[in-house]
C-alpha cells in the first residue's frame, strides 16, 4: 500500500528565510505526486504537482519541489517565506494508471508552518 | 459555479441522529471523492465516484456512512446516528477523470457531533 510521511509536524521560521518541507513516499510504481496548502477554515489549495519528465517543478505563491526517485523523497521549498504563507502543507501521492491502489490521495500527515516576524 | 460548493460549512448535531452533507462538484467534472480530516487521523478517504461507474467505498468507516451522487453531478453524503468520533471536517474534491487530474477541494463542512 501506498503511504505518505511528512516528518516535520510543526515548523517555524522567520519572515524572508527560506523554508524546505520534507516529503517521503512509499509506493510501488512511477508516483503521481502533490503538494496542497490549507488555510484556517479554507479547502486544500494545489500548490504543485509532479506527474513525469523534469523532476524540479515549479507551483504557485513561489513554491518548488524535486522529486528524487533514488530518495523516495518530494520536498518543497521556497527561497523567502511570507507570514501569508503560515498555513498547513500537506504532501499527497495521486492515483496513476500504474497504481494499483485506487482512485484516492494518500496524504501525509501534515505540517503546520509558522512565521515569526 | 467557480468551485467546490459544499453546505453546510458548519453542523452541530446531537449523537444519534442523521446528517447529510451535500457537495456540488465544479461543472463538467466527472470524478468526485470524499475525505475526512480529523485530529489524529489526518486526511482519509472515504468514498469515489467516476462517471456512472460502480463507486469506490472502500474508505467508509463504518455501514452508518453511505453517500450517492444524482444526475452525475451533486453527491450527498448521509452519516447515520452520529457518534461523536464523527466529529471531523468533511471534504469534497472533484476531478475532470481519474488518473493525472488534479482533485479541486471545497471548503469542507465542519461537523460536531455532541
Known amino acids: 500500500a501506498q503511504s505518505v510521511t511528512q516528518p516535520d509536524i510543526h515548523i517555524t521560521v522567520s519572515e524572508g528565510a527560506s523554508l524546505e518541507l520534507r516529503c517521503n513516499y512509499s509506493?510501488?510504481?512511477?508516483?503521481?505526486l502533490f503538494w496542497y496548502v490549507q488555510s484556517p477554515g479554507q479547502g486544500l489549495q494545489l500548490l504543485l504537482k509532479?506527474?513525469?519528465?523534469?523532476?524540479l517543478v515549479q507551483g504557485i505563491k513561489g513554491f518548488e519541489a524535486e522529486f528524487k526517485r533514488s530518495q523516495s523523497s518530494f520536498n518543497l521549498r521556497k527561497p523567502s517565506v511570507h507570514w501569508s504563507d503560515a498555513a498547513e502543507y500537506f504532501c499527497a501521492v495521486g492515483p496513476s494508471i500504474y497504481n494499483n491502489a485506487g482512485n484516492m490521495l494518500t496524504f501525509g500527515g501534515g505540517t503546520r508552518l509558522m512565521v515569526k516576524p | 459555479g467557480a468551485g467546490v460548493s459544499q453546505s453546510p460549512s458548519n453542523k452541530v448535531t446531537e449523537k444519534g441522529k442523521d446528517v447529510e452533507l451535500r457537495c456540488d462538484p465544479i461543472s463538467g467534472h466527472t470524478a468526485l471523492y470524499w475525505y475526512r480530516q480529523s485530529l489524529g487521523q489526518g486526511l482519509e478517504f472515504l468514498i469515489y465516484f467516476q462517471g456512472n461507474s460502480a463507486p469506490d467505498k472502500s474508505g467508509l468507516p463504518s455501514d452508518r456512512f453511505s453517500a450517492e451522487r444524482t444526475g452525475g453531478s451533486v453527491s450527498t453524503l448521509t452519516i447515520q446516528r452520529t457518534q461523536q468520533e464523527d466529529s471531523a471536517v468533511y471534504l469534497c474534491?472533484?476531478?475532470?477523470?481519474?488518473?493525472?487530474?488534479?482533485?479541486?477541494f471545497g471548503a469542507g463542512t465542519r461537523l460536531s457531533v455532541l
Open positions: 509532479y506527474f513525469s519528465g523534469d523532476t
Open positions: 474534491a472533484s476531478s475532470l477523470g481519474q488518473n493525472q487530474n488534479i482533485q479541486y
Open positions: 509506493y510501488g510504481a512511477t508516483p503521481y
